[in-house]
């Protein structure tokens, strides 16, 4: 059956630390994948998409990887600061339109 | 100006009741969606309209039924509530095919009491 996979429910990380999430799937052939923050009461917001043929995108202090051998992205928070602390959700999205959602892994930066 | 636009924020009500929620969105968008969010913080899609026509329906219990007048809106409505239809429901939109992503309201908690 499918599953989308996020790392953990929760990191802490160290202000001014990278942080790391990783999104691992089974069962998917996505055209592409996508990060999306949401803090608590709000709906997600939407970070960055990388395309399969993709391996890497970069926005400001946020990377994204995508490997489609692994079924794996990594999303990185370099010079990590406490306002980024949210949860962060990776999404799937085939070429029929459909994204299906990870559950979350809650990031907290420590001052 | 609000992208994507839920009414109500709150919506507490009985089992049994019908109640609507609606969204509008003035991006321009194609394509509008459903999600629902449980209580451990899993969002799954319910439906999915472009330009006025259902292109997702997931199963989804047929006391929830999405209508949409115009391509800027699309509203949800649910029969006969029961206490599991508690969640926080979210409205999106997108381009097909753009590298945007979509856009999500700021939710709908709903509580069946």
């Known amino acids: 059956s499918q599953k989308i996979e996020q790392n953990s429910e929760a990191l802490n990380i160290q202000e001014g630390k990278t942080a790391t999430l990783t999104c691992n799937y089974t069962?998917?052939?996505?055209?592409?994948l996508q990060w999306y923050r949401q803090d608590p009461g709000r709906g997600p917001v939407f970070l960055l998409l990388?395309?399969?043929?993709?391996k890497e995108k970069r926005k400001e202090r946020l990377k994204v990887t995508f490997d489609t051998t692994l079924k794996q992205s990594l999303f990185h928070i370099t010079a990590s600061q406490p306002a980024d602390s949210a949860t962060y959700l990776c999404a799937l999205e085939t070429n029929a339109g459909k994204s299906t959602f990870g559950d979350g892994t809650t990031l907290t930066v420590k001052p | 100006d609000t992208a994507v636009s839920q009414t109500p924020k709150y919506l507490v009500t009985q089992m049994g009741n019908d109640k609507s929620i609606k969204c509008e969105q003035n991006l321009g968008h194609d394509t509008m969606y459903w999600y629902k969010q449980d209580s451990k913080k899993f969002l799954k899609i319910m439906f999915s309209y472009n330009n006025k026509e259902l292109i997702i329906n997931e199963t989804v219990p047929n006391r929830f039924s999405p209508k949409s007048p115009d391509k800027a809106h699309l509203n949800l409505h649910i029969n006969s509530l029961e206490l599991g239809d508690s969640a926080v429901y979210f409205c999106a939109s997108s381009h097909l095919g753009e590298d945007y992503g979509y856009t999500f309201g700021s939710g709908t908690r709903l509580t069946v009491v």
């Open positions: 069962n998917y052939s996505p055209a592409y």
């Open positions: 990388i395309r399969e043929n993709e």
